[in-house]
């Protein structure tokens, strides 16, 4: 895997912190709804036949679909919390302190080169070689994780 393509995955890979705070945005506003929602009606409503359990019934069922989407995003919000502790795991077992700053900015954050040297307060020269040699520890541990799974694969029956 090249560099380009490691940045690529680190940066697709710290995405998830970002899809996880709007699965949680997502999760409190379903909550809400399912709050919001009045189940029955009071006696007088609904002037012609059923009308007041066929309100219920709807409601009932916009609980249950409510109830559904919450368990999905619950499920995302798993997942992606998973990615990202895999991730931020990997950047402080591999990584030291100023290496893994400079790829949070840059991979997590998005932030322009001018941004990251004006925040690190080192040259831009300096950000590049740092950068540079963090994603090559980045490749190299991914490549020697990958070689021992592979290995581990070939030992099962």
């Known amino acids: 895997m090249d560099r380009k393509e490691m940045e690529q995955t680190v940066r697709r890979a710290l995405g998830h912190a970002a899809k996880m705070v709007e699965e949680q945005e997502r999760l409190r506003m379903l909550r809400d709804q399912l709050e919001n929602i009045k189940v029955g009606g009071g006696m007088g409503e609904g002037h012609g036949g059923g009308g007041v359990s ?5 409601e009932a069922a916009r609980r249950e679909e ?3 989407e919450m368990a999905m995003c619950e499920k995302q919000i ?3 919390w998973k990615e990202c502790f895999r991730v931020h795991r990997l950047l402080f077992d591999v990584l030291p302190e100023d290496e ?3 790829v949070m900015l840059r991979c ?8 990251i040297v004006f925040k690190c307060k080192y040259s ?3 950000c590049f070689r740092k950068y540079r040699r963090a994603m090559d520890k980045i490749g190299k ?4 994780v990958t070689a021992s799974q592979a290995v581990r694969k070939k030992k099962k029956p």
């Open 54 to 58: 066929d309100k219920v019934a709807g």
């Open 66 to 68: 409510i109830r559904h």
């Open 78 to 80: 798993q997942r992606h």
């Open 100 to 102: 893994r700053r400079l």
């Open 108 to 115: 997590g954050q998005g932030l322009s080169w001018t941004q």
């Open 124 to 126: 831009r020269a300096q």
């Open 141 to 144: 541990h991914w490549e020697e």
